[in-house]
Structures are given as structure tokens and as C-alpha cells.
């Protein structure tokens, strides 16, 4: 169904002159069009996440700066043996990290405690390099022509505010080498982008879920949301994405993070159930996060643009509940 809020479709600033959100850059688009001209110290959150699904491994980046650290990973999953490896950097300040103002635009970089990752963004797509004790990471992530992403400003107010490009579906070639040993990246993997810039509140919890097949994928979050007029909700259908505006309730059980989630709303009525949890943790002192995030199966189905019910059954990904004082 179509959704109520409003579509951008030119280039525009995040930010006022004084560093304040701008208006008229409120709403959503289909592709990347906010620059992020964030301006001060203290609230400000930049990061790239990316994460990539092959039939035999997950593969999870993370570079980000939250001002007073840069905190960066590298994380795989061996989905045959339920084996993790997981390294995390903590660098205070977040000294020599690099972010570009614009999705799409630039080259990330980041490095410390043992961590070195490079995003190179280019018309063409985004290369991917990351090298941690025991993991290295080299891969393309081709932008096919017409391929849409979900970019969605939130509104908390003036001074807060987030802007998120959730980008699902991508393909994805290359190869990682784990323990020294080379696995392709290619035929049945995709990847996945969360890329984030904003100023944020001192606390906050949100839900993200992705989930990917050949020609379909789903985009679906909560709680962070609430009360701002605007979701991070989509469904992509053949690389087209159909704006999904409906808040969302999400039923899944924090005692027991295995069983089978629920996330339900007006055109929405998704089934996700987890072959694997990935607990993170992190404390700082007055600051910390811990994240549950679930990768799994969906099930269910979705409402398209045209009305027409589309089905999520083959669709892989992730779930995943994350608590932040930061």
C-alpha cells in the first residue's frame, strides 16, 4: 500500500548552516541523495556497516566513529559448524578514521587494535577490504542499474536526528580467507549496507531485520523509530523498492532469543526463525551496547505497492535487538 510519508527526490543537506537538522531534509528516497554535513562533537554517529550472506559463511564489517571512540570489527560466521571469529577495536577519539559525507561517494577507512577495513564507494559499486587477526576480506559489491536503497531521515528533533541508508539485495563477489584458508564469495551470496550518520540521544534500542533471495528482499525496523512519523520499513521486488509506512510490533522472547520472532503491522506479517545467535557486548565506563542479533529464515509475507501480497519463504538474514548508552 502506498505509504503516507514523504519521498525526496533531489539532492539536499542534512544539516543547516549552524549544524541544526533541516527540514526539508525530513522524509525518504530510492537511492542516496541526503549529504551529511554533520557539524560539532559529542552526539555525533558515523559508521558503515556491511554485511554479507554466502551459502557457507557470514561476513560482518563495521567501522564507525561515535566521537570519543572509533569502534570497528571484523566478524564470520561458519554456518556448517556454528564456529565464530570475531575481532573488535576500540580507538579512542576514533583517531584516524575517515568518513565521506555522502552514500555512495568516498572512502572509509579505519584501523586500529588490529583491525584495518577500506570501503571505496564508486558509481559503479563498493569495494570492500578488511584484514583482523585470522580474517581477511576482499570483496565487490556491483550497484546494478535501477537498483534502489532505502534512504530515510528521523527526526527526533532539531538537534537530534539520524540518517540512515539501508540498502538490501546487493550481489557480491570476492573472497575471504579464513585461517588461512580461501573460501569464493559469489554464486548464492549477497550483502547487505547499513550506513548511518546522525546525532543520537544518550540511550536508545532499536530493531533491525534484512533478509535477501534471488529478486526479493526485505528491509524492517522498530522502536528507534516511534513517535517521529517515519519507519525504515521496505519491501524490494526485482531491485524496485516499495515503501512500507506502517509501524511495526515485534514479538520475539529476550529469555530465549532462538525461538521463532514475529514482526506484524498493516501489510506486514513476517515469520523469522534463527539458526545462530551473535552476542556483542560493549562497556565503557557511563557508555555501552550489547546487541542479540539472530541470523536466520524468513517466512510470511508482505504487501507490495500494487496491493498484491508477495512471499518471504527462502529469504535469509538477520534479526536483531540492540541497546545502546552512548
Not at 535501477?146 to 538490501?168: A, C, M, N
Not at 521496505?234 to 521463532?260: C, F, N, Q, T
Given at each position: 500500500?502506498?505509504?503516507?510519508?514523504?519521498?525526496?527526490?533531489?539532492?539536499?543537506?542534512?544539516?543547516?548552516?549552524?549544524?541544526?537538522?533541516?527540514?526539508?531534509?525530513?522524509?525518504?528516497?530510492?537511492?542516496?541523495?541526503?549529504?551529511?554535513?554533520?557539524?560539532?562533537?559529542?552526539?555525533?554517529?558515523?559508521?558503515?556497516?556491511?554485511?554479507?550472506?554466502?551459502?557457507?559463511?557470514?561476513?560482518?564489517?563495521?567501522?564507525?566513529?561515535?566521537?570519543?571512540?572509533?569502534?570497528?570489527?571484523?566478524?564470520?560466521?561458519?554456518?556448517?559448524?556454528?564456529?565464530?571469529v570475531s575481532h573488535d577495536a576500540v580507538v579512542p577519539l576514533a583517531r584516524g578514521a575517515a568518513f565521506p559525507e555522502r552514500s555512495?561517494?568516498?572512502?572509509?577507512?579505519?584501523?586500529?587494535?588490529?583491525?584495518?577495513?577500506?570501503?571505496?564507494?564508486?558509481?559503479?559499486?563498493?569495494?570492500?577490504?578488511?584484514?583482523?587477526?585470522?580474517?581477511?576480506?576482499?570483496?565487490?559489491?556491483?550497484?546494478?542499474?535501477?537498483?534502489?536503497?532505502?534512504?530515510?531521515?528521523?527526526?527526533?528533533?532539531?538537534?537530534?536526528?539520524?540518517?540512515?541508508?539501508?540498502?538490501?539485495?546487493?550481489p557480491v563477489r570476492g573472497r575471504l580467507v579464513l585461517d588461512g584458508r580461501e573460501h569464493e564469495v559469489g554464486e548464492g551470496a549477497?550483502?547487505?549496507?547499513?550506513?548511518?550518520?546522525?546525532?543520537?540521544?544518550?540511550?536508545?534500542?532499536?530493531?533491525?531485520?534484512?533478509?535477501?533471495?534471488?529478486?526479493?528482499?526485505?528491509?524492517?525496523?522498530?522502536?528507534?523509530?516511534?513517535?517521529?512519523?517515519?519507519?525504515?520499513?521496505?519491501?524490494?521486488?526485482?531491485?524496485?523498492?516499495?515503501?512500507?509506512?506502517?509501524?511495526?510490533?515485534?514479538?520475539?522472547?529476550?529469555?530465549?532469543?532462538?525461538?521463532?520472532?514475529?514482526?506484524?503491522?498493516?501489510?506486514?506479517?513476517?515469520?523469522?526463525?534463527?539458526?545462530?545467535?551473535?552476542?556483542?557486548?560493549?562497556?565503557?565506563?557511563?557508555?555501552?551496547?550489547?546487541?542479540?542479533?539472530?541470523?536466520?529464515?524468513?517466512?510470511?509475507?508482505?504487501?507490495?505497492?500494487?496491493?498484491?501480497?508477495?512471499?518471504?519463504?527462502?529469504?535469509?538474514?538477520?534479526?536483531?535487538?540492540?541497546?545502546?548508552?552512548?
Open positions: 500500500m502506498p505509504t503516507h510519508e514523504r519521498e525526496i527526490t533531489e539532492p539536499v543537506d542534512l544539516c543547516l548552516p549552524g549544524g541544526r537538522l533541516n527540514p526539508e531534509a525530513v522524509g525518504w528516497t530510492r537511492r542516496p541523495l541526503h549529504r551529511a554535513n554533520l557539524r560539532g562533537w559529542g552526539r555525533t554517529k558515523r559508521w558503515e556497516y556491511w554485511g554479507v550472506v554466502t551459502p557457507s559463511h557470514v561476513i560482518a564489517l563495521v567501522a564507525s566513529s561515535l566521537d570519543y571512540a572509533g569502534v570497528h570489527g571484523v566478524y564470520v560466521l561458519d554456518r556448517a559448524t556454528g564456529a565464530e555512495g561517494r568516498g572512502t572509509a577507512r579505519v584501523e586500529g587494535g588490529g583491525v584495518r577495513i577500506v570501503i571505496e564507494q564508486t558509481a559503479g559499486g563498493t569495494s570492500l577490504r578488511a584484514h583482523a587477526p585470522r580474517v581477511t576480506a576482499e570483496l565487490e559489491v556491483p550497484l546494478p542499474d535501477g537498483h534502489e536503497s532505502l534512504g530515510v531521515v528521523i527526526p527526533w528533533g532539531p538537534r537530534r536526528f539520524q540518517y540512515t541508508v539501508k540498502d538490501v539485495g546487493r549477497f550483502a547487505v549496507l547499513d550506513h548511518g550518520r546522525g546525532k543520537w540521544p544518550y540511550s536508545i534500542s532499536w530493531n533491525w531485520a534484512a533478509g535477501s533471495a534471488p529478486g526479493r528482499a526485505v528491509q524492517l525496523g522498530g522502536k528507534w523509530t516511534d513517535g517521529t512519523g517515519l519507519t525504515e520499513n521496505a519491501l524490494i521486488l526485482d531491485g524496485r523498492l516499495h515503501k512500507i509506512g506502517a509501524r511495526l510490533e515485534w514479538v520475539y522472547d529476550r529469555s530465549d532469543w532462538m525461538r521463532p520472532w514475529r514482526v506484524e503491522g498493516d501489510g506486514v506479517e513476517v515469520e523469522f526463525t534463527p539458526f545462530h545467535e551473535k552476542v556483542s557486548r560493549t562497556e565503557l565506563g557511563v557508555v555501552g551496547s550489547e546487541t542479540h542479533q539472530c541470523f536466520g529464515h524468513f517466512g510470511g509475507r508482505v504487501r507490495a505497492d500494487d496491493g498484491g501480497w508477495v512471499g518471504l519463504d527462502g529469504l535469509t538474514g538477520w534479526a536483531e535487538e540492540a541497546r545502546n548508552r552512548w
